[in-house]
């Protein structure tokens, strides 16, 4: 059974409309973290929360924002793509501990058109 | 800052070879955590293997293990006896210490192809 669960699987919006993406999880885990990744790049933290404390990266744009209104569910919103935000979103979930994995869902890949 | 190095952007190995995926990592940090994953086309990270920067043994999961050499930050993938299903991306990451909390730093990836 899936652990991470992201929908859409796939979304195509237009430029500047805004788009939400939406992760749920199953393992109770308190970190959940948004990672873009472009075609053949590694993939890139965007934030994460751990339980209801967001952590932002400093280089992500503002464009980019995030809710977790509970432990099971998290959000990233776009809010003005651009044609440069077309990428794979992954969402991951963890223990919050250094020896702990990161399980990943199996992404969203994000079309702007 | 942390950085993770992988070298080889693809590879093409026959089918039950054994395959290492090479991986440096740079930090400053003494508590950190060393992992690989394994994406096939469809999109999804799997976790393979972890290392901590403490552990004394190489990890070792199965058909993966991690040749962890500390002095010379490297954090090397072998697979032994590879099969087609291995083809796929692969990437090493890294945590930093602190709470643990912190998300992966990933490296660029290498593409494993296996040939019948």
């Known amino acids: 059974d899936a652990m991470v669960i992201q929908n859409p699987r796939y979304q195509v919006t237009q430029f500047g409309k805004p788009v939400t993406l939406s992760c749920s999880q199953t393992?109770?885990?308190?970190?959940m973290y948004w990672y873009q990744q472009k075609s053949s790049q590694a993939p890139k933290l965007l934030f994460h929360y751990y339980d209801k404390d967001f952590n932002n990266e400093a280089d992500t744009p503002d464009n980019f924002q995030s809710r977790r209104p509970n432990t099971s569910f998290c959000f990233l919103d776009i809010r003005s793509p651009g044609l440069g935000d077309a990428a794979m979103y992954l969402c991951a979930t963890s223990r919050g501990r250094m020896n702990t994995e990161a399980f990943f869902g199996q992404g969203t890949r994000l079309t702007v058109v | 800052a942390q950085k993770i190095t992988q070298t080889q952007p693809g590879m093409f190995v026959q089918e039950k070879e054994a395959v290492t995926l090479d991986c440096t990592y740079d930090t400053s940090d003494p508590s950190y955590g060393l992992f690989w994953y394994k994406q096939p086309s469809s999109g999804e990270m799997i976790f393979l293997i972890y290392?901590?920067?403490?552990?004394?043994q190489n990890a070792t999961e199965g058909r993966y293990s991690l040749n962890f050499q500390k002095a010379r930050k490297s954090a090397n993938l072998v697979i032994s006896a590879s099969q087609l299903g291995d083809s796929a991306m692969y990437f090493c990451a890294m945590r930093i210490g602190g709470g643990g909390a912190d998300g992966l730093t990933f490296g660029k990836g290498t593409h494993l192809i296996i040939q019948p």
């Open positions: 393992l109770n885990h308190n970190v």
């Open positions: 290392q901590g920067s403490y552990d004394q």
